[in-house]
Structure formats: C-alpha cells, structure tokens
C-alpha cells in the first residue's frame, strides 16, 4: 500500500476492484464504513459477484472476469475528455509533459518491438526523448503530439463506452456513474482511495491492471495525499513481510534484482542495476543500490565478504539470464524429471497451484521431499492422494512438524507496511520448531558435513554468518543492521557494533551491514525493537489524519504515506490544508516523515516527489513493464469470445503459457466450455484452507465446496439449488455443490451471454468429504512481468452430477 488501513477513513470516494475488502480484508473495510460514516464517502465495488462488500456499498457494478483493463481504461478516457484531471499536479509531478521517442508507436494491439516468436518485446523505443544534457524534453503546454499526455489521450481514444460495454458487459449507465463519482476527486479538496487484491493480480495482464490504476490516480492527483493511494490488501499469512524478504523468484531482501548470469560480478550487477539520472532535480533513489547490495552482502557472508573478493558475490548461484524460476515452470522441470528434491515451507503447492493434476504428477517424480507444515496437507500427503498409488510412488517425504504463529515469538508486516511482533503464547507442542529453527539446524547440519568430509562448492555455506540458535529477536537485529567499523557521517560518529538508525547510514565500503535495506531503523539502540511500540499519541496534525506515529514502525523509515511529498504544491503548502499529511514550515517538514527532506520545489533546491523513479515523475508513460508503457485489454489466455472490438491482438502477445502435455487450453470461444470460471477465498478459510479446515468450528460453518451460479444458467442446465454438480476444464474435472444465486449475473458480452460461476479454493481431499481443490481446473499461464497465475479467468462447463465420489452431501 502506498498509504494504510486507518488512512482509508480520509477518503471521499473508496473504489475496491479486484477485492471482496469485507469478507477477505475486513479490517481495510473497517475504515472504508468510517469514510461512509464520518465523511459520507461514497463506496464503489466493481467486482463479478455479489458478495458482503457489495452490500455495504453504494454502488455494485459486476463486469467479466478478465476485462478490467477495458474498463480502466474507459475511465482514463473519461477523466481526459471531461478534463477531470489534476491539471497543475499532473503537469508538474508526472511524466505527463515528456516527449516520447518517435520511433515508440503502437498498432492493432501490439507497441513497437515485438518478437511474436519469443513472446518479448524489444524496448529500446519505449523511451523519452532528452537533450544535450541527457535530461527528458518537456512540453508544459502539452501542444508536442508526442508528450505523454496527448499519447495517452490518442491510446485510449479507443475505449468508447460503447465499446468498453460491450466488452465488460458492463452497462453504459454504470459505467458513466463510476467514472463521474471516482473523477470528481481530482481536485485539490478531494481524495478517492483505490483498493484491489488478488483479483487484479491473478490475471496475464495482472501488473498492468494495477498501472492502470496507478494511471488514474496520478491524473486525479490521488499519490501521496491522505485518503488517496494504490492500496494493496494483503493476505494474513505475512503476505507483505514474505514480499519484503524476496519470497518471489525474481528479488533477494529489499526488492533488489536477483544476480543472473548476465552479471557474473559486483560491478556488473551494479552498472545494470543502479540508474543514472543527468536530472540534478531527481533524488534517484535506486542510485543508492551499491550501499544497499554490499550491506546485504556484508550481512550474508560476515567477515569473509571482503572489497577483494566482491564482498563474497561470486558465492551467490546465479539465475540464467532470461530463465524464469516461478513455481509454474519449477514444477514443469519437475514433471521432466529436471529436480531431484526439495522443500516446501508452509505453502501448500498440491492445492493451491494451478492445474494441480499436474503439480501432483510432477511431486510423483521427487527422489525426496520436506515439507514444514502444522497439519497433514495436499502436499505433505500427496503420495496418497486421489489417484495415486503410494506403492509406485518413489518419493521419500520428511514432515517438519511445524510451530504455530502463537507458538514462536516474531514479527509480520501488515498491507500498510506496519512491522509488528507478536509474542509466543504458548510452548510448540511435541517435537514441533519454529520454522527458523528448523532452517537454522538443517543448514548448522550441512555445514558440519562440508566442515568434516569436504564437498563441492563449499563457500557458500561456509562463509555464512550463520547462528548457531534460531534467535527472532537477534534476526530483527541483523535485518536492521550493524556498523561494522567506526564510521563518521556528516560529521556524526557511529561506533563498530551499533544498529543503523536508518538506510541513510548504509554505505557501499563494507562498512555496514543490513539484510533488507528498507527495514533500516526498524530496530535501533535508542528505542530497541520498534515493531513492539504501542504508543497512539499523536501530534494534532497527525491526528487530523490518524497517522499514529508511534504505533509499530513502517517501512521505510516509518513514512506511513509514501510519496508524501506529492501532497503539496510547488511551495511546500498542503493541496488540501483539511487533510494535511506534511507542510513545510519555513524550516522544515511537520507532519510524516517526509519523502527526503529536502525544501520545496519552489526553493530551487527541492527534488521532484516521486523518488524511486529515476527522473523522479509518476509515470503515466511506464517503460519498465515487459508488456507495454501503456496497459491495453487483451482477453483472458482462456476466453469465451473469439474476438473483441479494440484490436485483432486477443491475448496478451508477452503472457507466459506453458505447453507440456498435461497444460491443454480451450481455444478461444470453444463451445466445449463457454462458461467464465472464477475463483476466490473464504472468510472461514484462510488461502488453501490447510490450517482452517484442522479447526472444526471454521470446518462446520464452512463444510464442502460449492460454486455459485446465476438462475439462468441453472435454469439453462437443469439445475436446483445443492445439487451436486460437475465443473469441467480442458484438465480436469472438480464436484461441488450447486448455489443458485442472484449473486451471480449473465452478462452481455460482444452480442452474446456470457455466463460466470465462482468457486472458493480452500478445500482439499485430507478432509473428508469437502471435495478437492478448485485448481483441478485452472490453467498454467502467468502474468509476462511476475508469471503470477491466471486464477481468476478460465472456461469451463458445468452439469448436474449422475455420481458423486469427493463430496458428504
């Protein structure tokens, strides 16, 4: 989240798309009822199904799964034609007034460069024109046809209402009152809020619905203000602390790109990884990343990362270039035979991955298995699942019997960046660990055997700064860092073996220490461990706004707005004095901590807001996205149509799709499946259900697998509410039990009804009689910038069920 839960009360106008916020995040919808409550904020749910978050709003527009780009991008249109825009906030905080390169075009569908073969594009045209300084052109009048503005003008001049209707199948009515109710925040008195979830993520265009969204909160002048923001709600298994410490394939701790072997050195990885900019008006914050990679490094490999050895970088393995290391293509190595082991921490792959009647074909083909987990689950016990023989299965599984979240002391990081520790409640029970432990005597285990019988490759291990005990408290302290030798910073001394205060202090000599830089003065000698505080006090500014300061700590370096500086003018004054987040006050900045401390813009030694952008602008025209600089709508890798009216380009030309035997698709409008699946959580179960299915009253309230559908189609298919029903893919097949509800509408898409079914994903076969994982039917195609699945849209069919095998009924 750009801003936070209790931030959303400041909002006027609260969009969630992509998110059921009341039943999955009901904490973030806490703060929306207030914003409805105190300030009468409108509440907008833009979503496929009915559902509790609906209720709650003032207004419901259902749209299909899989076109919300169609409808962002109608509403970027409108926001442009109707000059609903942030005029001076656009012009002067955004790349707005930029002239593209010439050579940039877009046609049918597809921007310059791309290879259709290798699915990639060839960027080097995505690009700004800059002058003999090497700074961007600018056109603050907005008459150069290439400045980004008329750029994007002239891109979506395309999604008329007419033509967003009919691909969303969203009324031309609702689609004029949501764009009329979110434009009307762009202006200075206002703010409107965008929340989104796992339904803007799961998707082959998931990263470019949230530019989309990005977009249109730079035109309304929404970044940075109090009750604005892009506002991802995070799931409760530490979701956005996994996220800070490099769950994902592509980052190691802090978002730094992981080494490849296109970087076979320090300084390779750092000339690739560390942008210039000629602009003296930009801060660049990412120039900063040699202190932030050495410090990681320095925090790894102790005192044997050394300026003569790289500071131990040639010990890190390194990714071949261009390969992708997702679980989707690791578990299609696995059906090659490609891995011998591994391990699996508390996820749980055999259920909660797409198409699983693959992934548990490929775990078949494992010499060995490890799996840390509390309870049995799909994966632990996959050997004999439905389907599987355990005597023709050679995989060897090893469960580490796992603590619970109230069994070990810790900390997790909420959707707002809020660290907070929570304290061990009782004693693991039995021979169960805390998951650090576990990983801390496996590892202290392979050391002893390299240290004793030698092996290949020992460096890595053995030039660890490893410990000898799982200690949380003592992690906290080596992800906040050290000073590792007596260091005078603008003329303030910190001696050897003291914590950084702050990620300012790190330093590119080896001199410092930080496992995740943006955790830098989370944990320091003056307030020890902040993500303990519990302190509401608040200065009246903060208080107007519900910062709360001294509450946890917030990354980085506990600014609970991000881009703050964004939400004031030129001279440092508060766009809107009522909702003040920081205000200069001839000397300095009150209010947050601000975005750099540098004076206003208007002083002539201020910096543009936007700092971890290289020019220091929001961008509306974004190069960085493998996909395009402008997200455009491209159907679904599954869809029921055979085209649609924006261009002749259907899909995503970038979006991952694997091709084994196993990963079969529906073409386009097949008739074997014309029906939109899509999928979604519980409130009773959490994720894949594998530790709220263990506690029987969540189990009762929650029993079995269902899938909801409109009257219609039931009425089409002779179906009768609790019915046991098949639902079938081009993989799999998966029996639940029919709901028949006006939850759930047909919609008219392209000339034709579309019908749409949903279905949770939070049951498997370890309980009995709750039917089997909903990802029987979902397919292996990923988003072309993070491979994450497209869960949310797949086509299926449905019938009433002659013989039910998986389901108590």
């Not at 906290?476 to 910073?489: C, H, K, P, S, W």
């Amino acid at each position: 989240m750009t801003n936070h839960y209790i931030d959303i009360k400041n909002a006027d106008v609260v969009f969630i798309m992509g998110s059921n916020a009341a039943e999955h995040h009901p904490i973030s919808f806490k703060w929306a009822m207030r914003a409805k409550e105190e300030r009468n904020a409108t509440i907008v749910h833009v979503d496929p199904k009915f559902s509790r978050t609906s209720a709650r709003s003032d207004l419901h527009v259902p749209l299909r799964s899989g076109t919300d780009i169609a409808f962002l991008g109608g509403m970027i249109k409108y926001i442009l034609e109707n000059e609903l825009y942030f005029k001076e906030y656009v012009t002067e905080y955004t790349n707005a007034s930029f002239i593209v390169n010439e050579k940039f075009s877009f046609n049918d569908g597809v921007f310059s460069g791309l290879d259709a073969v290798n699915r990639k594009y060839d960027r080097s045209t995505w690009t700004m024109e800059t002058d003999e300084s090497g700074i961007p052109k600018k056109d603050k009048t907005f008459a150069h046809e290439r400045c980004v503005l008329n750029m994007l003008k002239k891109h979506y001049s395309r999604y008329t209402l007419d033509v967003v209707s009919d691909i969303t199948g969203v009324s031309k009515e609702n689609l004029v009152k949501v764009y009329d109710t979110m434009g009307a925040t762009g202006k200075p008195n206002k703010a409107g809020t965008m929340l989104y979830a796992l339904g803007w993520t799961q998707h082959t265009v998931g990263v470019q619905n949230i530019r989309a969204c990005a977009m249109i909160q730079l035109l309304l002048g929404n970044i940075g203000i109090a009750g604005g923001g892009v506002n991802a709600l995070r799931g409760e298994p530490n979701v956005q602390g996994s996220t800070d410490h490099a769950l994902l394939y592509h980052i190691i701790p802090g978002y730094l790109a992981v080494p490849n072997t296109n970087w076979l050195t320090l300084e390779d990885y750092l000339k690739a990884n560390t942008p210039v900019s000629k602009d003296p008006m930009s801060a660049n914050w990412w120039s900063n990343t040699p202190k932030y990679m050495v410090s990681l490094l320095k925090s790894w490999y102790g005192s044997a990362a050394t300026k003569e050895n790289d500071f131990g970088y040639k010990w890190i393995p390194k990714n071949d270039a261009g390969a992708d290391y997702s679980f989707m293509y690791l578990y299609d190595k696995m059906l090659k035979g490609q891995v011998k082991g591994g391990f699996v921490w508390a996820t749980n792959p055999a259920q909660s991955l797409p198409n699983t009647n693959k992934i548990r074909k490929a775990m078949s083909n494992l010499d060995w298995l490890c799996v840390a987990e509390t309870n049995h689950t799909e994966s632990s016990d996959f050997w004999r699942g439905p389907g599987m023989d355990p005597k023709k299965i050679k995989t060897e599984v090893f469960l580490l019997a796992s603590a619970h979240r109230l069994e070990k002391d810790g900390s997790i990081s909420n959707s707002g960046r809020w660290l907070l520790w929570h304290n061990q409640a009782v004693p693991p029970q039995g021979d169960s660990r805390a998951m650090g432990d576990s990983i801390v005597g496996i590892i202290n285990s392979v050391r002893a055997l390299y240290k004793k019988d030698g092996g290949v490759c020992p460096e890595p291990l053995l030039n660890l700064d490893w410990p000898e005990k799982y200690d949380p408290d003592a992690m906290a302290r080596n992800i906040n860092g050290y000073f590792l030798e007596d260091v005078t910073i603008d003329g303030k001394q910190y001696k050897k073996g003291s914590l950084v205060p702050s990620f300012a202090m790190l330093q590119a000599d080896g001199t410092t220490s930080c496992r995740v830089w943006v955790y830098a003065g989370s944990y320091t000698d003056a307030d020890g461990n902040k993500a303990k505080k519990r302190d509401a006090t608040q200065t009246p500014m903060q208080k107007k706004i519900g910062l709360f300061p001294n509450w946890s700590w917030c990354w980085p370096v506990n600014r609970r707005i991000i881009y703050n500086r964004a939400s004031v003018d030129l001279n440092g004054k508060p766009w809107d004095p009522e909702r003040a987040v920081i205000e200069w006050d001839g000397e300095k900045w009150i209010g947050d901590v601000p975005d750099g401390a540098w004076p206003p813009m208007a002083t002539g030694k201020g910096k543009y807001p936007f700092i971890m952008q290289k020019e220091g602008h929001g961008q509306l025209f974004g190069p960085g996205r493998v996909d395009g600089p402008f997200p455009e709508h491209y159907e679904p890798v599954e869809t029921p149509i055979k085209k649609h009216s924006l261009s002749s380009q259907l899909s995503n030309p970038c979006a991952k799709i694997l091709s084994s035997d196993m990963d079969p698709l529906a073409a386009p409008g097949d008739e074997r499946f014309p029906i939109v699946l899509t999928t979604y959580n519980m409130t009773e179960h959490w994720c894949g259900g594998g530790e709220t299915r263990n506690t029987p009253a969540l189990l009762e309230a929650e029993p079995q697998l269902y899938v909801e559908m409109s009257p219609q189609l039931a009425q089409e298919k002779g179906i009768k509410n609790g019915d046991p029903v098949v639902v079938t893919s081009a993989r799999g097949r998966v029996e639940a039990i029919a709901m028949v509800t006006v939850r759930i509408t047909p919609f008219k898409v392209m000339g034709k009804t579309v019908h749409l079914i949903g279905m949770p994903f939070a049951f498997g076969w370890t309980t009995p009689g709750c039917g089997d994982s909903t990802n029987r039917l979902t397919v292996s195609a990923g988003d072309p910038n993070t491979t994450i699945p497209e869960y949310k849209a797949c086509c299926v069919n449905i019938e009433k069920a002659t013989k039910v095998t998986e389901l108590s009924i």
